[in-house]
């Protein structure tokens, strides 16, 4: 059960977001007030620069990121999903069982889907279902009612990806012998196939899949490789193509037409072909030896949105351009969704235990 107070500061931050479309200004400083008994530190911390202009409305993105409003938490946040209508937020607890489920709407309130993992989670295409993973198990949530209608035996999880036709969905796993990709069917929750990385693999720490759903892209994690391979799974031919060259490759993301795959790995961002596999060019981000975290792709393929994981400082990668440009300065960052129509962004805070929302 969510305590009251935290029920009356969330309900008081909608209204903070209703009022912002009016007065930007005014919100944003609503917000800060609404969030400094809870947070005496933040000040400290938050080094977000915020644009005190209208960005509502505006056809082109803003050079900095606005920073709307501030969701304050009494957990330790982790992974964070939102929902097609940009409704309702998904936050998974870093400590236990747990997702807290946030209206952005009226009736504001905030429920909790108990016993349902804490790991990674993921949403259907329609909304209707989130998929979480557990320590031993993965989870079939209903987002009507907020309860689990299924449970997969499925230790060692540690990524969990929806395909964009909602027809299966991919696990990725963890210290798991040559690597597995496994391929869950929707309609009945069986497995339809499972597809191996290759004798040195031991994992895959990033996962997608095109938006045709017509491929899976895999890393392939190794000991004592120095560059590792994004391994192309075809779901319905099964056959298997690697695209080598990525410096410990975390993070994917893919274009809406398929032809541009993204990869996050040490410092920089590869962007290579997504149907042939050949490697384009790289853009760098940073040269601390820290992974690059892909966040998103706006809907019209130009803006890719990453984190770079030394410093959380978010930039975006304009690929008509060729530009790479820093927006925003993040204390930490627990997990971070792009909206569907690439204008928001909503990240945790895992030392705030918060939620920011940015306008882009």
């Known amino acids: ?39 005496k530190k933040a000040p400290q911390y938050v080094r977000a620069q915020s644009q005190m202009a209208d960005a509502f409305g505006m056809e082109v993105p803003l050079d900095i990121a606005w920073l709307t409003s501030i969701i304050p938490l009494d957990f330790v946040p982790r992974e964070i999903e939102i929902s097609p209508d940009e409704k309702t937020l998904y936050v998974a607890h870093e400590s236990g069982n747990e997702i807290s489920v946030f209206s952005l709407f009226e009736p504001f309130d905030v429920r909790s889907i108990k016993g349902a993992g804490a790991g990674d989670i993921t949403l259907s295409p329609d909304g209707k279902r989130l998929y979480s993973v557990g320590s031993k198990k993965c989870y079939v949530i209903d987002t009507e009612n907020l309860t689990v209608i299924r449970t997969l035996a499925s230790a060692k999880v540690n990524r969990i990806v929806c395909s964009p036709d909602g027809c ?104 290579a072909d997504g149907t042939s596999g050949r490697m384009y060019y790289r853009e760098k981000i940073g040269c601390q030896g820290y992974p690059v975290k892909i966040i998103g792709i706006t809907p019209d393929d130009r803006y890719v949105y990453v984190v770079y994981t030394c410093n959380f400082d978010v930039y975006r990668v304009d690929t008509v351009k060729g530009t790479v440009s820093c927006i925003a300065y993040f204390p930490s960052v627990g997990g971070s969704v792009l909206s569907k129509a690439g204008t928001r962004l909503y990240t945790t805070h895992s030392d705030m235990s918060w939620v920011s929302i940015y306008q882009l």
Do not use: W
């Not at 305590?3 to 005014?26: E, H, K, M, N």
């Not at 693999?201 to 045709?212: I, K």
């Open 168 to 271: 299966f969905i991919c696990l990725s796993f963890q210290d798991m012998p040559g690597g597995l990709i496994r391929v869950i069917r929707t309609d009945d929750y069986q497995v339809e196939n499972d597809f191996d990385l290759g004798a040195l693999s031991n994992a895959s720490l990033a996962l997608a899949v095109s938006p045709q759903s017509d491929r899976i892209f895999a890393s392939v994690l190794a000991d004592g490789i120095a560059l590792s391979a994004v391994s192309v799974i075809d779901p319905v031919g099964y056959g298997q193509d690697d695209i080598p060259g990525f410096a410990d490759p975390r993070s994917m993301a893919i274009s809406s037409d398929g032809s541009r795959l993204y990869v996050g790995g040490i410092d920089e961002v590869y962007i």
């Open 1 to 39: 059960m969510v305590p009251s107070g935290i029920r009356a500061l969330v309900a008081s931050f909608v209204g903070g977001v209703a009022s912002c479309y009016l007065c930007p200004t005014v919100a944003v400083l609503q917000t800060y007030s609404l969030v400094s008994d809870m947070h």
